[in-house]
Every structure is written in structure tokens, then in C-alpha cells.
């Protein structure tokens, strides 16, 4: 029999890929996964300009499956292997042996391990990065495997950012690196001593700008934790808001409303009813007082009545109805009080009833992500209730450890959402792992209270931003988005210390060590910090001497081979770094001094002399580059576009600030480097 035509077009793509990668210099990742995780780690190391030209990227995924957010396996450039298992067959055929690195970035944690251990017998010099929610088994990993490796918790990284959009405050967590902790804090919540480096400055006009040129206007910097912890802070200024509010009558207007279901309530007020009416009727008829009315009526309806053939037709017709009504009567009686303590047990096993509170938070989904922000939420001594559809989710047993109460039930139901008391909630956190459910709790929160400060998750970064533009829900995050950058660090072999969330961006904290032969070797400090993309903050100098900080750096100091540079960058101005700290690829001709993609370096000249800079002969003395110039340096442009002016020989370049870019271009976001011509032609 023929083989089939797609199987034999799926062999024919397959040996070109195998084709490509006999003698290709770049460098090969493994990404398993299927998640926007894998997505978003997957895209940058596409896109990513790395020294050697950027890199070859195999991508594993099942044979079926279903995303939430983008799909991986759409990507352009990669190359995608269907397999439901991670074992050594399927890593022979993504071609792992001899990669640079290996992510496994499914949300499973054993399954990880066995695939770690499986990649192990198939290379075990290859560089592993795993997903992994649980810290014990993160740790025994560590040991058990004999690649290098390192474990990460997405769900521990992104946290913090939901817990300050929920909080309304800068994020309170702070990190330690070499003898410094440091923070996120506002400018006018620190000492200006202590300030680090400008981090964002937030305008309503022009939204988030990151690492900007002007650091005294700065809304959010990076400062030195000097005193208390920063959650201290926070704890006191949201303690009087999260304090439990007793309201006694509300709860017991509550607790009858559980007491019984809406069917046996109705029959019950229908019988009542009939034996009050009857009750007065007798009442005229037989023209006693009314407590002696109430004494017939009772003992009529309960026990019965001898009866009477010399009464009138219509009391005898009275007191037949009420023997009726008691005999229904007493069956709803005893159905109220079994009802009555079926619910009572399902409501405190459910959470159901609870007490009123307010200033808490409202936390839907104990998954990864909903249990790290709990217990960060209860480390700041905030109240906190918990939604869950599991009866017994993930997060059950710290919930229960924390003393935090938690309600089964789905939160996009009303009930669900009055039971946790979230009309006087201070936020409500909705961080389950389905994109629809999230979007109908936050619909059905709303429509309770109007002003109420959600905070969504959301698989997707560019439908999160969509949803918080156009139904003003709230705050948005994706926790692949946050998390991306320092799962890619840690790929890459960048020294990634910690991720610090802005807003909907992610500024990771990296130390980079400088090569022999660098572009950087022997330059100065001033061509690090670049506005918007780079923040130098301290240096390492080579032999691992004491770390010079901030306040210590002086922007003439001489970069040498082997210092370690510690930055704030984003992902575009961390990739320039590092191509710019990497050593020099044999065989591979340098970037001509002067070109705006790299830092020049200056002409040795005699001493007294002003350095200079060559340049091809014909070129004017305009100091800078233009603006195409510019955007077609950064990385990840698809081409360099050739300066159209430069210094002429001899000519002394202007007097730059810490964070100009004359000397080379500025990175810029994705946007602008994707829109770039190509200017070979003109370069012909």
C-alpha cells in the first residue's frame, strides 16, 4: 500500500530540517510545552539576536490538545514534534542531543521529573530548565539530576503582581543579591539616598514608561530595604481595612435563609397562613377573644376536636380545614428540621456560612497561582476567603493551615459570591485556570458591586490587555507573561536574580559576565546604561572583589574581561547586553568600529589627544545617528541599516550622560523592529 501523501510531505519537512541543522552554528532549544508559557519562551528565543544569529527552536507538543491561550505550535520558524509522551524516543527525534538547552514547561510536576531524567540518558551535558509548583520535590531535583539544571515556579514569580494590583500597592516583596536587599517601592516612600534606579514612571496620558531617561520624575524606583520588611508597610496601612466587621443580624437573616430550601419554605408559609385566616374566623364566629381564639385554633390543629353536630355549617366546615391543615402541618415541621441540618453541615463544609466581613479579599481558584497568592496575602496579615469548584483543590491544605475559610461552589453564581461577602470586599482575585470562567465571576462580581477592584488572570497577555481596555473590569495579568522573561534567563544561561513586575511588564534583574574579546571589554561604564532598555546598578570586578554599587559607580571606570555586570533591563536591552558581553565567534568578521550596532571602540591616540572614532572616508561630521538608524540597530532588526553619517577621523564625540545611545543604537520594542526594511539592497 502507498504510503499516504501527508506522511510522506511530514518525512519530506523533517529531512530538510535535518538538512538545516548539519553544520548550522546557531544554537538549538528544546521547548516542551503547550501553554502560553511555552509560547512566549518559544517566540523569544526566535526572536531573540543572540551572538552567533539567533537560534534553532524545536517545540514538543501532544498530538491534540487544546490551548486557552496563543498556540505554540503556530509559531513561524520553529519546528513542532507531536508527541503525548516525553520519553527518550521523543527527544531523539526533536534532536536534543548535542541542544543548547531543554525547558520543560508542562504543568506537571512528576511528569517533568520523568521527562528530566529522560532527556538526562539522552544528553547529559544539555542544559535543563523545569516548571515546577511543589518546593520539596523542586529541591530533590537539584540533587537527583546530573545536568545542569534549574527548577522555577511561575505561580511563586507572578504572584507578587497579583497581590499588589489586588492590594493597590507597589509590590511589597524584595530581593537579596550579594551584600544588598533591595525593593520595589514609590520615590516618596524612600529616602532619595536610597534610591536605586529609576523603575517606571506612570501617566495617564502615555501609560507605563520603563527605565526612563529621567530619573528624579520617577513614580517607581528600585530601593535599597533599609528598617522594617516592605510587607510590614502594607500590613499596617490595610490592617484597620481588614479587620472582621461583625454584623449579627445579617448573619442570622442568613442563617434562616439557609435553614431550609425555597420549596418546603413556601408550603410552610402557605399552611400558616391558612390556620391564621381560619383562626380570626373562628375568632367572629364564635365571638370569643382573641386568645381564645389562638387556644381553638391550636388545639384544633394539632390535636383535634370532638366533634359537634349542633354547630353551624360553616364552623364545622372551619374546624374540618384546620384538622387537615395540622395533619400537613406536622410533616413540614419535620421536614424543615431534617433540612434544616443537612444544609447546616453542607454549608460549613462548604463555607458557605459564613460570617459578614469586609476589607478582606476574595481570592477564585486555589491552583498554583491562587495559593501563592493567599499565603502572600496572609503573610501581610490580610483576611482573605477562598472559592474553589474542587471541594479539594491544590491549595486546600495551606488554606486550611492558614485558617483561611474556603467555599465550594462556582463563582460565577450570585450565592457563591454573596456567601464570601464580596460586596464589601476591598478586591477580588479571580485566578482559575480556565479564561471563561475567570471572565463570567468578574461579570458576576460586578454586576454586585460596580466599584469593585478585580484583579483577572488570563492565559493570553494581548487578550488580558483587550478585556481591561474595553470591559473596564479591572487589572489584568497573564502569569506566562511575567514569568517568561526569567524562565528565558535561565535557558540562556543569563544570571537572572528575580523579575520585577510593572504594571503589564516584566523587568527582569540579571548579572552578566563579561567575556575576554567582548564588544564591552575595555570599554567604559557609561555605554551600559541605555534609557528605556538598560539600568546598570552594580559591578563585579574580575577574581570576585567586593561589588561596587550604584553610589560607587563612576561611568569612566574601564569595563575588564570577567567582571560581572548586575542590570535592570527588559528583554530587548538584556539580549543587547548580552550579545555585547559575549565573546567573539571564530570565523565571524566584527561589527566595523563606528557601526551603530555595536560600541565603538576608540582609536589609540597620542597621549593629550582627543580619541576618535574611524569612519570610512566621505562620510560628514553630523553627531548621531538618525532615527531609522536607530530602530534598525536593535535587536532582533531583521538588517542593520548603514550609518549614514558618522564623526569624521579626529573629531571628538559629544559629552554623553549615563544612558545615551550615540555611539550605538537604542533597542526598541517589538513593534519597531519587526516594521524595519531591509536595506541590503542599499548597502549593495
Known sequence: MAEPWRDRARRAVEWNWRLRSVGDPRPHYVVCGKDALAYYVARAMLESDLPVGGARVTVVVPERYRSNGPDVAALRGVRVVRSDRLDVATFEAAGL?????????????VGNLHAALCAQAVDQRVRQVLRMFNGTLADGVRKLLKAPVEVLSDAEMAAPAFVAAALGEVDPSSFQHRDKTLRVARRADVRPQDVVCALAHLTEAQGVELLPAEQAGADLVLAEATGQPPGTEVAARRLVRARRRRRPVAVLVRAVRGFATRKIGIAVMLVLALIAVLGALISRAENVSPLEALYLTLVTTLSGADPDTAKPADAQIMQVVLNLAGLALIPLITAVVVDGIVNARLALHTGRLQPARAGH??????????????????????EVVAIDKDPEPRGAALARQLEVPLIVGDAALPETLVAASVTDCQALVVASTDDVANLEAALAARDLRSDLRVVLRFFDGDFAERVEETFALGVSRSVSYLAAPAFIGALTERAVITTIPVDRHALPVAEVPVAAGSELDGRPLDVVNRDGQVRLIARTPAGGGRTIWWKDLDPRQVIFAGDRLTVVARRRGLDWLTRQCAPPVPGRTLTPPGHVDSVPRPVPAAPGAARSLPVPAGHDSAAGPSDQEVAASAPGAAHPVAPSRSPVVGAVPPAQSAGTGVWSGEPVDDARTRDEPDSRAHRA
Open 97 to 109: 542531543a548535542g541542544a543548547a538547552g531543554l525547558a520543560l514547561l508542562h504543568q506537571d510536576d
Open 361 to 382: 479579599v476574595v481570592v477564585i481558584g486555589l491552583g498554583n497561582v491562587g495559593t501563592r497568592v493567599v499565603a502572600q496575602l496572609r503573610e501581610y496579615d490580610v
